[in-house]
């Protein structure tokens, strides 16, 4: 069975820092394209950051210089690590893996609370 897991959220204070982890069973080379999304309450679900199916990276512009976006595939897990957060980075974090015939999983998400 396919599964994305997202930990590592909790509650920091605006500047501080936090890293995501999404693990992926069975595999993580089932999917070719992987991403963090962030759902903000009452706001639609984004895109954070995403490794292309090139191997690129593509950042959300609101988050480039302080997000990256790294795996171990040894580990089958992908990462978010976050600094300089904001409170506006607030919401949910979702993982999401698109295998190789488009099908798009998800995780169930992780809550990241900033507060001012």
């Known amino acids: 069975q396919v599964q994305l897991v997202e930990s590592g959220g909790g509650l920091v204070q605006a500047g501080g820092s936090l890293r995501l982890s999404c693990a992926a069973s069975p595999s993580i080379f089932r999917f070719l394209t992987m991403g963090w999304y962030r759902q903000a309450p009452g706001k639609q679900r984004d895109l954070v950051a995403a490794?292309?199916?090139?191997?690129?990276?593509n950042y959300a512009d609101s988050v480039k210089g302080r997000f990256t976006i790294s795996r171990d595939n040894a580990l089958y897990t992908m990462y978010l690590q976050m600094n300089s957060l904001k409170p506006e980075d607030t919401g949910v974090y979702y993982c999401?893996?698109?295998?190789?015939?488009?099908?798009?999983?998800w995780g169930k998400g992780t809550l990241v609370t900033v507060s001012s």
């Open positions: 490794f292309t199916s090139g191997g690129n990276t």
């Open positions: 999401k893996g698109r295998d190789w015939n488009g099908v798009d999983y």
